[in-house]
């Protein structure tokens, strides 16, 4: 008997009742296609995105690049200044809502730094938080029910995964173009310090509906086992399609349970990459194409044939629970090529009493070795934090200001209590003048406010300075070869509902080829399927913003 | 002993081994024993290594895990208690678990005294109103009214952020209104009767006769009650707000991130999580404990009380 077997057979609920209140809850989301129109004509292009003011209280050890290259610190700054002169509370109290990666921290009452915030803040904040695997779920609860927090992240995604978005925003959340637009934001000078190409993304109806959950450029990174590497004698380098072929066979040795990838889409994203796939979309003329249309990724679905036969993936590839981090860490996969920049810290820590780990990032060269492959960016943002409506203008600049002290740059004093908490309580300073988190502020600290408001990300890793050389290296690699995806900070309805199942219908399909359980003729109809399934539509809707030039202001 | 029929059943006269056992009871050969006793072994070893497992790789440290390529362990090489020092540190799980604690007693005692006294009425052939509302059970059986609607119902009633709202939306459970009605109904109706010659109400013959005889099915039924209560997140997701006051399920859910693809954008700076694998391990063994505690209690009627239902609904 499962849990939510448990909750759906209730017997009180009679079926009339039932149908009432399925009707109310409906008549809250879907409110007819009028309103729709107000996203996709050229009202966008009218929006006036926030003036772009860098933070220059803090000197970074590497400067990041308007490309997208993110700022670099080897250490924690000694110096700490303070970025929110005024406190920004008024009292009262100020409620929000954010997805969890971590077990949820003691309430403010049995949570000292939870109760510095609320004093720092000068308002009682209220979170709710919500582990991310359910994040979806009771999200669209808290809409339908419209018992909405003042601050409201929607689900992790770009487009955030929300159907009906635009509608929404509209009718129950704040157009904060008012208070953001142009040079207004320049009251809250931490929101200006967030990059022009992440505010795109919360553009709708012709307004700034959201503070955007800022996030690098460069997306993702391609790690490597180093270590492995250089143990298989290979260069941690290889150029063009045959030397990675090559280097993956020479990294792979079953009989040691050893493998060179573990998931598919490891192999897959660099195969893409050096085929020079479209970053998801490619746009000719107001036109797209999608990955999946493309000779590139046949070439890909054809690589990978080739990579599954040499065996140089593990086994059980094809599995979606395949714990992928843990067989990085354990040497049993050498190449861990689609995971997200951040995962640097992560897998640093969990090796940190591992002396053979060393960890390493591998370029991406075309097909033929001759040049570096195009890199595809990310999209920017985690999420984007909705406001709801307030009938107090005084009230909604309240919650700007708190929202504008979360989102307090690298290494300011507001920074290192955000993320840190208390000196002497939550952390300590090691030798080089790094916080460490001590026990408590382990549990104490992982309040979700950095999923309501957060700076643009700034490479550090404490107590390795030369980690911020080598990822900021990397980067100022990488990203000069960047390519957009085009539909980043557009809507698509489709793209939030229906494309999920058949993306993945696709992409199962498509393993099914590498693994030669469907003859490779199967692409074409797998592809009709994707199209009519979800494709197509998300194009036109795609499409028709981009040629109205509606959508953000690019 | 004069006709040889009646002889036939006679022991005197069957075939019989020296230590009284009748031939078709004959000691098995070692060999057969032996084989016997390995093809147990290995049923019972099915069942255990992988709670073994379980508790082993919840008490292995990092180091272990690695060196077991990532995956489970079977001897942890040491006994390393920081999983569980990361669940049990900072009191929230402790404080959870008694909230789960309270509202499975409540639940489970609310639950059971609700469902017999509703079972205890549709048993009764002639009472009130017995046949359209066990078309609406059975309506209750099939079809559910969905998630958004329990919510909108849950938040009308103002049970919103409450304990009620863990308790009330699921105290009565159709099937098992069913499952119990049937066993009522094979009760000896004579019973009943001679209950109410004597004086007896319908609520004193529930209490007095209905009940005692039905331990088995309470306790069986208590049992399905007492694991939902225990191990229902769902609703505490969506009903209850405030963190404090989470049931366990909910906060040891918060401790196992989704393993699949942390994508690229998902982790914000400085943010890391703890070794997955003995964590995940350690949180099994806490959530699993108490139903295992509680269970060989139980476990007498079990058997009797699944069977309820099976051959006459």
């Known amino acids: 008997m499962s849990p939510v077997a448990f909750t759906r057979r209730q017997v009180l609920a009679g079926a009339s009742g039932t149908a009432l209140l ?6 809250g989301c879907s409110n007819g296609s009028k309103s729709a129109e107000t996203n996709s004509v050229a009202v966008n292009n009218a929006a006036v995105l926030p003036t772009y003011i860098p933070y220059t209280g803090l000197e970074p050890d590497l400067p ?117 637009s142009g040079d207004a934001i320049k009251d809250y000078p931490n929101l200006a310090n967030i990059p022009t190409r992440t505010w795109r993304s919360s553009v709708y109806n012709g307004g700034i509906y959201g503070i955007p959950i800022p996030r690098g450029a460069v997306g993702n990174y391609h790690f490597i086992r180093k270590d492995l590497f250089d143990k298989a004698g290979v260069s941690a380098e290889p150029k063009g399609y045959e030397e990675f072929l090559e280097t993956a066979k020479a990294l792979t040795d079953p009989a040691q349970r ?11 994203t660099v195969l893409g990459r050096m085929n020079g796939e479209p970053n998801v979309w490619r746009e000719e003329g107001g036109n797209l194409t999608h990955r999946y249309e493309t000779e590139e990724y046949a070439q890909t679905l054809n690589d990978m044939i080739a990579f599954w036969k040499a065996g140089v993936m593990h086994p059980d590839s094809f599995n979606p629970a395949q714990p992928f981090k843990q067989l990085f860490n354990a040497g049993t996969v050498a190449i861990n090529a689609d995971d997200g920049y951040p995962g640097w810290t992560q897998y640093i820590l969990d090796n940190q009493d591992n002396e053979e780990f060393e960890l390493g990032l591998m370029p991406v060269y075309n097909r033929d070795g001759s040049d570096l492959a195009p890199w595809h960016l990310g999209s920017g943002i985690f999420s984007i934090t909705m406001i709801k409506q307030q009938d107090d203008p005084e009230r909604l600049k309240e919650i700007l200001r708190v929202l504008n002290w979360l989102a307090a740059p690298f290494g300011t004093e507001e920074y290192l209590y955000r993320l840190f908490g208390q000196e002497g309580v939550d952390h300590e300073k090691d030798a080089d003048g ?21 700076s643009p990300y700034t490479i550090y890793q404490p107590g390795r300075p030369q980690d911020a050389d080598y990822q900021h290296a990397y980067q100022s690699q990488a990203i000069p070869t960047g390519i957009e995806n085009p539909v980043v900070g557009l809507f698509s309805n489709t793209a939030a509902t229906d494309n999920a199942p058949a993306d993945k219908k696709f992409i199962d399909g498509a393993n099914e ?42 | 002993m004069s006709t040889d029929q009646a002889t036939i059943g006679d022991d005197t006269v069957r075939p019989e081994q020296a230590n009284g056992r009748p031939v078709w009871m004959e000691k098995p050969s070692l060999l057969v024993q032996a084989l016997k006793f390995i093809a147990l072994a290995i049923s019972v070893a099915l069942v255990i290594i992988p709670f073994w497992s379980i508790i082993a790789t919840s008490l292995a440290s990092q180091e272990t895990i690695n060196a077991a390529a990532g995956g489970m362990v079977m001897w942890p090489g040491g006994i390393d208690l920081t999983a569980y020092q990361a669940v049990l ?3 929230v799980v402790t404080r959870a678990m008694i909230i789960s604690i ?13 469902t017999a006294g509703l079972a205890y009425w549709l048993s009764r052939s002639g009472s009130f109103g017995s046949k359209p509302m066990v078309i609406l059970l059975l309506g209750a059986v099939l079809f559910s009214p969905g998630l958004i609607p329990n ?101 040891l859910r918060t401790f196992v991130v989704n393993q699949t693809t942390i994508g690229g954008d998902q982790l914000g700076p400085a943010e890391a999580l703890p070794p997955q694998l003995s964590l995940q391990m350690a949180i099994l063994v806490i959530a699993v404990v108490p139903i295992l505690l509680v269970y060989p209690f139980l476990q007498r009627h079990f058997a009797k009380g699944v069977m309820i239902g099976a051959v006459k609904g």
């Open chain 2, 151 to 251: 919510y909108l119902v849950v938040k009308e009633l103002g049970l919103l952020d409450s304990y009620w709202s863990l308790i009330l939306p699921v105290m009565i459970n159709a099937f098992n209104v069913i499952v119990m009605r049937a066993f009522f109904q094979e009760l000896p109706q004579e019973l009943f009767e001679s209950a109410a010659i004597d004086g007896a109400s319908s609520a004193t013959i529930l209490v007095r006769i209905v009940l005692p005889l039905s331990k088995a099915v309470l306790a069986v039924i208590g049992l399905f009650y007492a694991v939902a209560y225990w191990n229902a997140f769902f609703n505490a997701l969506l009903y209850i707000q405030t963190t404090d006051k989470w049931p366990m399920a909910l906060v």
């Open chain 1, 434 to 454: 790094n916080p460490v988190l001590t026990k408590t502020g382990t549990t104490n600290t992982v309040l979700p406010i950095r999923y309501l408001a957060d």
């Open chain 1, 513 to 554: 080829i590498v693994q030669g359980r469907q003859p490779f003729s199967q692409l074409a109809e797998l592809v009709a399927a994707w199209r009519s399934e979800a494709g197509d539509k998300m194009r036109a809707e795609y499409q028709e913003q981009l040629q109205t030039g509606a959508g953000a202001p690019r």
């Open chain 1, 22 to 27: 399925m009707g109310l809850g409906l008549s």
């Open chain 2, 89 to 91: 540190s900072g009191g």
């Open chain 1, 64 to 180: 990041g690049t308007e490309e997208g290259v993110d700022p670099a610190f080897r250490n924690f700054p000694s110096e700490n200044p303070r970025s929110v002169p005024e406190t920004p509370g008024r009292g009262g109290s100020v409620s929000g809502m954010a997805n969890i990666y971590y077990a949820v921290p003691p309430g403010p009452d049995r949570n000292t730094y939870w109760q510095g915030l609320n004093e720092r803040l000068g308002t009682n904040l209220e979170l709710q938080m919500v582990s991310n695997a359910d994040y979806q779920q009771k999200f669209a609860t808290t809409i339908a029910g419209n018992e909405l927090p003042d601050m409201l992240q929607t689900p992790n995604g770009s487009p955030p995964p929300v159907a009906n978005l635009p509608q929404l925003l509209q009718r129950r959340f704040t157009d904060l173009s008012e208070h953001l």
């Open chain 2, 102 to 114: 309270l509202i499975t007693v409540v639940g489970t005692l609310l639950s059971l005294a609700t």
């Open chain 1, 258 to 268: 050893r493998w060179a990838f573990s998931l598919w889409n490891q192999p897959r």
